[in-house]
């Protein structure tokens, strides 16, 4: 008799543990639903082309939306290890681009300069993930025209002036923090992105690389403000709040 009351309770855990993964299943999957649908009813500005003249440091603007060319890290839709690992790559030639007036041509033309860009950072004696002061140094090498700051515990104030005087923003993340509905659950620890601009309602406009649904994906910006860590060797969640502020010098 005791071993089929022990029989009988174990079969009620095993059903009341089920549930809760079916539960929490379906409450995450109407949830990645949810943010998906929420996309589309975002009101973005206008996209606006790069201008290689001067801009205003104190220009102050309720909305900007950068023409930024976007690629996905993995262009091809190949998400093997050398692709799942091509954010940092994918967030600098995005951003080379855009400052060259230059388009990616296509999942081709994507796939060759990644693969470029992540030859050349190995030369450089970088790993697979790149520190702020690693994409640093990694940008300068590529064009010398280029003006690169780390700030340091930015502000939302502080990130909408440098987009609004016609600077592009690198951000290091925890990828998991951003809570992107189209990222392979749970999504990448370390991740990189370029914001590219900003709503009058409270998102930013970004150029995410971890997934092809990335380009002018937008988050609320407590929640990107929130992720943002830099690699501090692989203790991502401790890392420092820093974003790599990149312009014409």
């Known amino acids: 008799m005791k071993q089929r009351s ?3 309770l174990s079969a009620s855990v095993v059903f009341i543990v089920a549930a809760f993964l079916i539960v929490h299943a379906l409450e995450s999957r109407l949830e990645r639903t949810r943010l998906m649908k929420l996309q589309e009813q975002i009101s973005k500005p206008p996209v606006e082309p790069f ?4 801009r205003s440091e104190t220009v102050s603007r309720s909305a900007v939306n950068w023409d930024v060319p976007f690629t996905s890290q993995a262009p091809h839709a190949v998400w093997d290890s050398f692709h799942e690992e091509a954010c940092e790559e994918a967030s600098v030639l995005m951003v080379l681009r855009y400052f060259s007036g230059r388009p990616i041509l296509g999942p081709d033309d994507a796939e060759r300069s990644i693969r470029h860009l992540a030859s050349i950072n190995t030369v450089l004696g970088y790993g697979v993930d790149d ?3 690693d994409i640093v140094a990694f940008l300068g090498s590529q064009d010398s025209s280029l003006s690169i700051t780390i700030y340091r515990n930015p502000s939302i104030s502080d ?3 440098s987009l609004s005087a016609g600077s592009l923003i690198i951000v290091p993340a925890m990828g998991q923090q951003l809570h992107n ?3 392979q659950t749970p999504g ?3 991740h990189m992105l370029v914001l590219r601009g900003y709503t009058s309602d409270g998102y930013v406009i970004t150029n995410d690389p971890g997934t092809r649904h990335g380009e002018q994906y937008a988050y609320r910006w407590d929640t990107l403000v929130n ?5 501090n060797g692989g203790e991502v969640e401790s890392g420092e709040k820093v974003v790599i502020v990149v312009k014409k010098s």
């Not at 201008?51 to 001067?54: E, I, K, M």
């Not at 992720?227 to 690699?231: L, S």
């Open 6 to 8: 022990i029989v009988v």
């Open 51 to 54: 201008s290689s003249g001067t």
């Open 131 to 133: 520190s702020a002061e």
């Open 159 to 161: 990130l909408q002036d």
């Open 181 to 183: 509905p189209y990222f």
């Open 188 to 190: 990448p620890r370390y």
């Open 227 to 231: 992720a943002i860590h830099d690699w």
